[in-house]
């Protein structure tokens, strides 16, 4: 069974940075390509980000870009979000995800659709405020 954790959400200023995990359990993330995804209060859920399994990344949101950015450590089996410059608007609940189907797991989606992404983490929560 395909698992993953998210954590790292937290309370955080107006421009500072967090950095979010993707951990995975029971299974080698290496062969995953990873969406990034965050739901605020009210919103429907939106897709950002995703990171390949070669570590390319691809942004989905101009509002992301040259501040939002995510990297791999295949060592500790984890995708990484990292996020700076952070706004009172991005608060929200972050997810990560997978494609679980073979063939299609490697790659990013070329849709930031959620509903492409059928293996999810838990959530965490990011709170922007001063």
């Known amino acids: 069974q395909l698992q993953l954790v998210e954590s790292g959400g937290g309370l955080v200023q107006p421009g500072g940075s967090l950095r979010l995990s993707c951990a995975a359990s029971?299974?080698?993330?290496?062969?995953?390509?990873i969406g990034w995804f965050r739901q605020a209060p009210g919103q429907e859920r939106e897709g950002f980000l995703c990171i390949d399994n070669g570590g390319h990344v691809t942004n989905y949101a101009d509002s992301v870009k040259g501040r939002f950015t995510s990297s791999r450590d295949g060592a500790r089996n984890t995708v990484y979000l990292q996020m700076n410059d952070l706004k009172p608007d991005e608060t929200a609940i972050y997810y990560c995800?997978?494609?679980?189907?073979?063939?299609?797991?490697?790659?990013?989606?070329?849709?930031?659709?959620?509903?492409?992404?059928?293996?999810w983490g838990q959530g965490t929560q990011v709170t922007v405020s001063s």
């Open positions: 029971g299974f080698a993330l290496d062969y995953y390509a």
């Open positions: 995800a997978l494609r679980s189907r073979r063939g299609l797991r490697f790659m990013c989606s070329t849709s930031p659709s959620p509903g492409v992404y059928d293996v």
